[in-house]
């Protein structure tokens, strides 16, 4: 009796062991739904990522027991609702200009690494618990009442089951993009306008080349300006590998530039990286014409002068798209344009009279060996 006693007891806690874990996580009541607030930018990577690999899986698992709308931060109206629910959730300075943002309910998530790890949890405990609401962000009740439900020929909707869908309270022109940022984006166009005269004016020195002496001060000034640009290059490469939020200062939404899609080559290549091995090579090719002999001396300031030359160009085009396209300028982005366009100009007077005197080498007829020379 008193085995069949301890067998049974054995049995009992056995099934209370199997059954905690069911009792500490109840299943999803029936007609539970959580809501969510996505906030966004077209132009960035890391809310690209969360839309195309995070959400649709989740929106397969749950269903009609998701819903999500997209807020696009680059539309000015948009702007509002975005300051609201910062301001409301009391986010740090630091990490008020970055997208994405997932607000459900009382919590805010920042980041595509944060929302891949802890928004499945927020849903399965939101939906045991009889699901999630729309956040009370000051303003996102009117907003929701004033957007129309979806017809199939609506843009936005303030709900959705099977993909988020941007809120678009203003057509996005190329005004209202410069806008968003009105006195970074002015800073933006005056050093744009900057570099590509000073393009022009070394295109003009190619065609009349002049004679050049480099003078120490010179020297030392392209020494200076590679290592600053290696400086400014480490920095914007570790923002954009480590997804820490950039110290930006006063002027500028550095986060918002380095999260956009056009912070990566071929979506692969951080630009920062790509600058850290261009002022790299710069620097070491202008040493080595001090260091080396003769012709490859020559060659060597060539080199410089036309990796400052592309690197130039090349930030013209970085810089366009900040205030025209992305919307937001970033003070690296420009302290690194400004150091490439000094080291063109530094560059290109030795360097435009290296390649003289090399094409004129090139030309200059050979002179005949007397005969019996040996």
Known sequence: MRRAIRVLTLVALLALVIAAPAAA????????VVRAVFFYSPTCGHCQSVIT??????????????????????????????????????????????VPYLVIGDTFLIGDVD?????????????????????EIPGLAEVLASVPPADGS??????????????????????????????????????????????????????????????TRAHLGVVL??????????????IETSGTPAVCGPVGDCNTVQQSQFALLFGVIPLGALGLVGYAAILLTWLGARWLPGRRAEWSTV????????????????TFLEPFVIGATCTWCISSALAM???????????????????????APETPQEPGAA
């Open 303 to 318: 080199f410089a002068f036309g990796l400052s030359a592309f690197g130039t160009l090349f930030s013209i085009v970085l």
């Open 115 to 135: 929302i891949l790890e802890q928004f499945p949890g927020i849903i399965e405990d939101g939906l045991a618990q009889g699901g999630i609401d729309w956040p």
């Open 341 to 363: 366009t000094g080291l063109l100009w530094l560059t290109s007077g030795p360097g435009i009279a290296a390649l003289q005197h090399l094409e004129e080498d090139d030309s």
């Open 25 to 32: 996580a109840p299943p999803p009541q029936a007609g539970a």
């Open 154 to 215: 609506s843009a936005a909707t303030p709900t959705a089951t099977t993909t988020p869908i941007p809120l678009t309270l203003e057509p996005r022109t190329v005004a209202s993009t410069f806008m968003n940022d009105p006195v970074g984006n002015s800073i933006a166009v005056v050093v744009l306008v900057g570099m590509i005269a000073s393009a022009v004016v070394v295109g003009l020195r190619l065609r009349n080349p002049k004679p050049h002496q480099l003078s």
């Open 53 to 98: 690999e995070v959400f649709p899986p989740l929106f397969e698992e749950y269903g009609d027991q998701l819903e999500i709308i997209g807020v696009d931060v680059t539309n000015p109206a948009a702007q509002n609702l975005f300051s609201a629910a910062v301001d409301f959730y009391d986010i740090p300075e630091d990490a008020r200009g970055a």
């Open 225 to 238: 300006l590679s290592l600053a640009g290696i400086a400014i290059s480490a920095y914007m490469t570790f």
